[in-house]
C-alpha cells in the first residue's frame, strides 16, 4: 500500500478502496478529492449499514426458531 503496510493491514486503506468502488474512481483521485471529515462519515455510514445487515440477518434467524 502506499504507507507499506498491507491492504489487509490498513483499515483506512481499506476503507479509502470500499468509498472509491462506490463512487466509480480510483483511490488516488479520492485521495485528492476527499476531506478527513468526509472520510470519517463514510466510515461510520458503512458501519451503520453493516450495523443494521447484522440486525435484519438476527431477526430472520429468530422467525425460523
Do not use: N, P, Y
Not at 490498513?10 to 462506490?22: T, W
Not at 468526509?38 to 435484519?56: G, Q, T
Request: charge should be negative.
Amino acid at each position: 500500500g502506499a504507507s507499506g503496510k498491507s491492504l489487509r493491514a490498513d483499515l483506512d486503506r481499506q476503507l479509502l478502496f470500499a468509498i472509491a468502488e462506490k463512487v466509480h474512481c480510483t483511490v488516488g483521485e479520492l485521495e485528492t478529492r476527499l476531506s478527513v471529515d468526509e472520510m470519517v462519515e463514510w466510515r461510520e455510514w458503512f458501519r451503520l449499514k453493516a450495523e443494521r445487515m447484522k440486525d435484519r440477518v438476527d431477526a430472520a434467524a429468530l422467525e425460523e426458531e
